[in-house]
């Protein structure tokens, strides 16, 4: 019940009994009246002063539950009380909105710091070169699967392990810990990781990386495989030193007979004919080594011109027969040419093919013995789709070791180099005009002392097939 209501009804019950009082001659009347008057004032001031105090209790009740209390209150009684209450609420609402604001930004950048390091993750764990990060406690904090690898380990963040667990006694364990006690901003070095499958080579960059006090906070290694690189550069080394030892053979013995002649050493024709013959052999080896070079360059780099057209095979085969058979005849050599095939056209640059034709029973002629004999055949395989060519000569054969070597550059097999004379390209030339122009395939067979078959397939053309230039 309202407090106002209880006060008047106390009133009208005091009012009551003293009116029963005087009814019954208990005090005078007049008494009667002055404490009814009194009692009345007493209790309706009371009442009032408690109505108000609820009313205002009530207002402040409604100012502290309001989301923002900054509207000053009507009070009068209790004014320095609501004021006070007002104040100390606006200050905590402005702390918790101030609070709010950072939580708002320390939110928005955790979640830029989250995604950076999710972007940095991703970016490392593409990257194909190995990635190290250890820190001045020697912990590994940082490894990409790249790393993982390579160390055969597997990492965890949440649990860095420690670096010498994981390199164990390597020279790279040796060169990290050296970079953390040295402080130097970038190191380089060549570093070789032996593994099962042979050794690895790197170009491993070490960086020092430096916090705000200027202590070392971690090293970074970065391990870059070079050993492709270190093979082409072994590989193009090999080759100058072939083609300066290819190239000082036949200009040596030029400037001899050359000398000779201009010292007067030739006395007759026929003397001064043999020098000129000797120089002029020795000019056209030296053009044919400088030919097979560029046109190993030239298809290597994809510069040759090629002009491929729908070719009958067996055609091409003839037409390098009849070149070389004053060479068979010199040797008294017997050639078997191929039979004729009902569809053996093939899509080719038909000079390049009669120059891996002519190469093929060059060597055939020049590794067979006088008296021996060579046979040329040709085999359409329909449900493939290609056509084998092979040559077989009874030569001296092979050594099964060198076989597998035999297209590389200037490769020669030492165990017939006394017997013929090359510059170790043609077989190699072979190979890139067969393989890497026209999209065929060469083998090798042979038995040393019983002989060899050379050969190569190609695909069929098929019928109304466009001419194609892959070049």
Known sequence: MNLKYSIWICFS??????????????????????????????????GSLFWRIQKELQSITRTLSAETPFIASSSVLLKPLTNGLISALRKIYESRQEIRLENQELNLQFQLLRRRKSGVEAILNSIQDAVLVCDSQDRLILANPSAERLFDFKFDSSQPPSVRNVLKQSSLLEMILKTLGSRVRHVRHELTVARDDGNICFDCVLSCVVDDAGQTACVVAVLHDITREKEISRAKNDFVSHVSHELKTPLASINAYAEMLVDGEAQDAATVRQFCEIIQGQANRLNRLIEDVLNISRIESGLVKVNRQPHSLVMILRDALEMMQSYAKEKDITVQAPLPILYDRVCVDKDMMTQVVVNLLSNAVKYTPVGGSITVQSEVNDVEGTITVSITDTGIGIPQQDLDKLFGKFYRVEANENFAKGTGLGLNLVKQIVETVHGGRVFVRSQQGKGSTFGFVLPLAAAGQAVVNPH
């Open 13 to 46: 019950i005091l009012v009551l009994l003293s009116v029963c009082c005087v009814v019954a001659g208990l005090m005078p009347t007049a008494v009667l009246v002055c404490l009814g008057v009194v009692g009345g004032a007493a209790a309706g001031g009371l």
